[in-house]
Nanobody, 122 residues
Framework: VQLQASGGGLVQAGGCLRL?????????????MGWFRQAPGRERDFVAA????????YYAESVKGRFVISRDNAKSTVYLQMNNLEPEDTAVYYC????????????????WGQGTLVTVSS
């Protein structure tokens, strides 16, 4: 499966963005899906995950209550709605499919998309 992330951009603090991750090659419904982010000079950090038929999503504590992950299997697309953005949310955001193991560990995920840059100004 190939993943293409989009929707990043420049936004002021308190604003919102919606990221999309479109899958091709295989149905998105075959995978648990997740979002990670990587700020300059930092490691890639877990943001959110959603499983095959939806269910209860998982969120990093830093985004809980502000970000919402969702999926549309018919469109083979996963979304990340980001509200009340903070400068600390500035990063390149990546989507990936879950292989196995710890949700928050990047090594548990494969098929990384190319990333989309989110910049939040103060």
């Amino acid at each position: 499966v190939q993943l293409q992330a989009s929707g990043g951009g420049l936004v002021q603090a308190g604003g919102c963005l919606r990221l999309s991750c479109a899958a091709s090659g295989r149905p998105l419904s075959s995978y648990g899906m997740g979002w990670f982010r990587q700020a300059p000079g930092r490691e890639r950090d877990f943001v959110a995950a959603i499983w095959l038929s939806g269910g209860t999503p998982y969120y990093a504590e830093s985004v809980k209550g502000r970000f919402v992950i969702s999926r549309d299997n018919a469109k083979s697309t996963v979304y990340l709605q980001m509200n009340n953005l903070e400068p600390e949310d500035t990063a390149v955001y990546y989507c990936a499919t879950h292989r196995s193991g710890l949700i928050a560990a990047p090594a548990s995920w494969v098929n990384w998309g190319q990333g989309t840059l989110v910049t939040v100004s103060s």
